[in-house]
């Protein structure tokens, strides 16, 4: 049985429009001290148990954006497909899309924060037909060359890239890859952010005067990457790299208090970051209902 079926679509009006937040569902990615690593167990237990979690799991939500810009559908990442390897509770996203009301086929692109599995996963299916066939697909280019890299599909990397291959190259001929700092679509600007991976980017979004910043992986937990920003994670590519883009990406978000939306926070992701002790502090935005009005002229 699932014990979590996914929440339904969130629209929030956003500038001149809307974005849309869609639920891939939960991943389990095991006992959080075989997740974070160069912090003490007691540093991660007492974290998790300030905010009532459990320390023998880390359940991760994966949060998918669909912006609509200047009569584009852009949507941001595409979960984890059909595969089960971190549980049977993923890879929810075309159920979320049908709940939302939006047609695959009317998504103008799929932009990609990292070519990790829970992110890319979505893109085909498991016999690599196109989810998104009218979409065209977008990437830093060190990420795509890497993770679609044959000679490492027998190394410790090879189920993802094993994943990345199937999603990715069955579209190969749309993908466009995006430099840092550019407009690569209308109101939607790339940062690089390396170190989960070579090439994970972050991307700020704006409509009319207003930002929200997609973080990707700069966090995968919302307490104890933000509390404990120095911890490092078992799948970072650079984890040192990865701390020191993370602490300067969040003292960035914590100053402009630009809203956020975290991939992996506890659904639907939403909020602001502010400084506290030697790190962050998460806070959720509160969730207003009946937008339904803006999904239809979206
Ligand atoms: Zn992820």
Redesign the pocket.
Known sequence: MREYQGASPLVRPFGDAAVVILSDGVVDAGNPSGVFTGVSKHQIDSRLHRHFLPTDRTVLDENIVLFFSSGKRILFDTGIGGLQMLGPNAGRLQESLVQAGIDPNTIDAVVCSHA?T??VGGICTENGVPLFPNAQVYINETDFTFWTDETLLGSPHGEMVTVARNNLLPVRDRIVFFRDGQEFLPGVHAMSAPGHTAGHTAFTLTSGDQSLFLTG?LS?HHALLLELPQAHVTFDQDPQLAVETRIKIFDMLAESKMALVG??FPWPGLGHVAKEGDGFRYFPEPIRWNFNSLLRTA
């Open positions: 990790h829970d992110h992986d995968l991939y992996h």
